[in-house]
């Protein structure tokens, strides 16, 4: 009984304070000190997106969402152009097929959210675009 209550009490020597700070000030690494392949949130440059659409086919959880609307100027419109990052494995499968190269994926890997429909990232030009 004595060694449960020097414990409870934080008396034994050898217990030590097993809580960490999140991130660790120390041992965290920021955005400059991770590899170049490192694979994070995914960005889409509308002026540079086509609306060619290979990026949701190629994509293995479907986490894209793509609408065209009708052209203008000779340029292809895109109405709607979601992710959820919910469903994303982020695996660059869609950065990687992009011929225009819109995609990009950015390094900042965490994605603190209230609500998991905060996650759903919506990059189209269209403010009506609810499911």
Do not use: W
């Amino acid at each position: 009984m004595k060694t449960i209550f020097d414990f409870f009490f934080n008396r034994d020597s050898l217990r030590k304070v097993e809580t960490e700070l999140y991130p660790d000030p120390v041992s965290s690494r920021g955005e400059q000190d991770l590899p170049a392949r490192t694979r994070g949130e995914i960005k889409n440059d509308l002026t540079l997106c086509t609306g060619c659409g290979d990026c949701v086919t190629h994509c293995p959880t479907s986490c894209i969402e793509l609408v065209n609307g009708p052209e203008k100027d000779d340029r292809p419109n895109v109405e709607v152009f979601n992710i959820d990052f919910s469903n994303c494995i982020f695996c660059g499968e869609c950065v990687s097929v992009c011929e225009p190269q819109s995609l990009t994926q950015k390094k900042r890997f965490l994605l603190p959210v209230e609500k998991p429909a905060d996650l759903k990232i919506r990059f189209g030009r269209r403010d009506d675009a609810d499911d």
